[in-house]
């Protein structure tokens, strides 16, 4: 069975420092691009980070460039997010996700599946 | 960036009704447009991948459509199981963005 399993989260103040993991089991992690999307209590979905497959490209959004650092360890089925100077709106849960890819005569897609069970972090003094 | 907007926000529908959610882009995506569900407490699932493939396991009552920057996803007829939040999600771009959701509640 193809799994994701997150963890690392918990409570920290304004500016502390985190560092989520993210284990996958059941397919070959260094196939994959590995993705990093979080929700905070109540709202929508945001993107956050993206790394392909050997770690030498990586993409953030705007909102985390400079704060966050997502890396992998395929040897150990592990991918990470390290989360510095944190602020409140960095509150959500944060999930992992398998990146998945098609391409037909015409076109190319991506999508994300599955996803972890996530895991919350709470910025707050 | 690209932006993302699904309308309507929520809705109310009856077991059994036809059911459109309608997502936006502020530039062209092509077809890089995927649509997820999520219930409460779960992490979303995929439905759709490239504007109109259904998933693996995804019941064929839902479909979707649509291309360039106006994409549709349709519920042919709800069942209880599909009250859940929709997103859409462009990955059209290097940074991915999602829609802000829509909520399909029991009328």
């Known amino acids: 069975e193809v799994q994701l399993v997150e963890s690392g989260g918990g409570l920290v103040q304004p500016g502390g420092s985190l560092r989520l993991s993210c284990v996958a089991s059941?397919?070959?992690?260094?196939?994959?691009?590995m993705h990093w999307v979080r929700q905070a209590p109540g709202k929508g979905l945001m993107w956050v980070s993206r790394?392909?497959?050997?770690?030498?490209?990586?993409t953030y959004a705007d909102s985390v460039k400079g704060r966050f650092t997502i890396s992998r360890d395929n040897a150990k089925n592990t991918v990470y997010l390290q989360m510095n100077s944190l602020k409140d709106e960095d509150t959500a849960v944060y999930y992992c996700?398998?990146?998945?890819?098609?391409?037909?005569?015409?076109?190319?897609?991506?999508?994300?599946?599955?996803w972890g069970q996530g895991t919350l972090v709470t910025v707050s003094s | 960036d690209i932006q993302m907007t699904q309308s309507p926000s929520s809705l109310s529908a009856s077991v059994g009704d036809r059911v459109t959610i309608t997502c936006r882009a502020s530039?062209?995506?092509?077809?890089?447009l995927n649509w997820y569900q999520q219930k409460p407490g779960k992490a979303p699932k995929i439905l759709i991948y490239t504007a109109s493939s259904l998933a693996t396991g995804v019941p064929s009552r839902f479909s979707g459509s649509g291309s360039g920057t106006d994409f549709t996803l349709t519920i042919s007829s709800l069942q209880p199981e599909d009250f859940a939040t929709y997103y859409c999600q462009q990955s059209y771009s290097s940074r991915w963005a999602f829609g802000q959701g829509t909520k399909v509640e029991i009328k």
């Open positions: 790394i392909n497959t050997d770690g030498s490209i990586t």
């Open positions: 530039q062209t995506v092509s077809t890089n």
């Open positions: 996700a398998r990146d998945r890819n098609f391409c037909s005569s015409v076109s190319c897609g991506r999508w994300v599946d599955p």
């Open positions: 059941g397919f070959t992690l260094n196939a994959n691009w």
